[in-house]
């Protein structure tokens, strides 16, 4: 099976009547996602609302040659054995159209609890397996309270409910969280789109195969971290902002049509698919979703904008820092988690705090090479302390305790033993006929080290977002942490366009250029702790471009060249038909435009062809923002302020960026020409010199700011 679908149409049903006009919680919505990315959720007052809906929205999706996945969030069947009890079929899509007809049947004033009650009458007891009467009336079969189940009765639950802890079972028909009233009236609703649409694939009754419509149960609590999450962090949700508290419906069906979505555009959804499993599945359906959790809460991470490299309409040169505030305010962190051992963990992102699980040091003890002792036994000095029989040494504590008045031989790391709390170092000391002298005053505790003085357990050691270097990986360990919970690799795709590009060395045509910035960016998002991945070289050709970029199998795209708005700038023009191209033209030398898209929900970095700006714009743009997506920091690069070896004049209306390395006399010096061409003045160079956005003259000895190239992550 290979599935993918355009189009993620997601309803949190409701058994309600008609909730009314005014958007409210506890009613129908829908949210429709396309490319990773959520509409606004979708008020439907009532189940009629709905059902219009859907009748006007799925095949409008569908004659524009989408492929769509539709989800409801009830059962779309019971436990093993219910539907034959009813229908004498097995088949759940029989007793939809049962459940349909039995609703049109419907007295005046009767509803779903007379058919439940009547469907009761099947089962034997006085009562059956439905049970919470909603009605003020009393109804003969269906009690207000659970009743005892008796031995023909169907399951309690379905298999998959059994792996969806905290779900209801379709029995009961009222109370907080119930969805006995959602599953009957979703029935008999999908009874009727069932017809309406005879393609479409029911998931799992029917195979997915090439449907172009496929309907699936969904359960949007598998995702609650993240709907809790966008209610709390989306200002756009219907209902936040003016009572405060975003519609959580709304936020469900957002969130899981983006997550179920972005599984697609990642080629991943088939995993969900493929999670459904045990002998009852065509009778009882599944959870689409249920077995493949840790999959979907990853792709329900925060997504990124369609139009988050807007710039205000109006600008014109936009400055590097305003750029850059732009950049940190709109992106955030793209990827999932993952587990990885400690010492595997160097340059991940920690993606969540990392507390102490054992205290640093676990114990008291020595912090030299000594003899330790009682302090409150110790009289005047000089002192003389009997020594007892043994050592502590790190690793083989003293096995008595000490008594008062005697001292104890105690090397570095011992635990301080029973009865020692202060320890003289061996250089103060000298041993006479069995026993430890000393004249100096020894303070009480000293060189001894506390339990916990470093870190204590339960203590954040390292916090969420902190990318681990070395040392880092000595304190986890220390603390009790063989594992870290961190962030999946950013895959960062690097691409390079243009027709006139050559592999090195592969031709001696002098009007092709060798590619010199794949390898350049490849070894850039490596060094930042990316996943690189080379996408190679594609030739000025939209449709090859394009193509690559859906296979790109990349969280993100760093691409040079035709990023300007040349004939030939098919970048440009490419993120421009998605209609997410901003042009940021950057008030920076060397730079030209940087292209700023997004590629179906994956942003693209559209560098500038020419080396030198494509590595300063890599450093100044690229590594933050890397950074960020990645779920780390945004990193600050401050500069070291140190004499000028050169002279400079300057205008206003950019800021400069100077290929530069420090004298043996530490003044800066910068290279010979700053031709934009000269990519050996940046192997020459060990850093930049950053020259502000003003005018500015520079003599020698005047302080400039020095970034090394190590500032970069270099
Ligand atoms: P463009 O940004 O496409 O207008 O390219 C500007 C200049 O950079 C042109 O001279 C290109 O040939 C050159 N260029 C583009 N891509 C690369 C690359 N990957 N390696 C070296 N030079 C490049
Ligand atoms: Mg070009």
Redesign the pocket.
Known sequence: MSATFDTVVMVDWSGAGDRGATPKADAIWAGVARDGQADAPVYLRSRAAAEAWLAEVVPAERAAGRRVLLGFDFPFAYPAGTARRITGHEDPRLLWDWFAAAFDALADGEGRFDIAARLNGLFTGDEGPFWFNGLKRDLPGLGKGKPPPQADWPPERRRVETRAPGSFACWQMGGAGAVGSQAMTGMATLSRLRHLWPEAAIWPFDPVGDSPLVIAEVWPSLLSDAVTRRMAEDASLPGAGREGRPIKDAAQVAVLSEALSALCVDGRIDAAFAAAEGPDLAEEGWILGVGGEPELRAAAQPRLRNDCFALPSGVSWTPVDEALTLLRDRLTCVVGTETVPVGAAAGRILAQPHVAARSNPPAANAAVDGYGFAHAALGDAPHRLPLTRGRAAAGGPLEHALPRGEAVRILTGALLPEGVDTVVLEEDTRLEDGAVVFDGAVKPGANTRRAGEDVSVGEVALEGGHALRPPDLALLSALGLAEARVRRRLRVGVL?T?D??AAPGATQDPAR??????PMLLALAERWGHAAIDLGHVPDDRAALAHRLDTAGADVILT?????A?DE?HVSALLRETGSLTAWRIALKPGRPLALGMWRGMPVFGL????VAAFVCALVFGRPALSVLAGGPWPETRGFVVPAAFEKRKKPGRREYLRARLAPDGRVEVFRSEGSGRISGLSWAEGLVELGDGAAEIRPGDPVTFLPYGLFGL
Do not use: F, H, Q
Not at 560 to 564: C, E, V
Not at 608 to 611: T, V
């Open positions: 390079s243009g006139e590009l250029t060798y590619d010199a910035n794949r040079s060249g035709g990023a300007s040349g700038d500038p062809g020419n080396p």
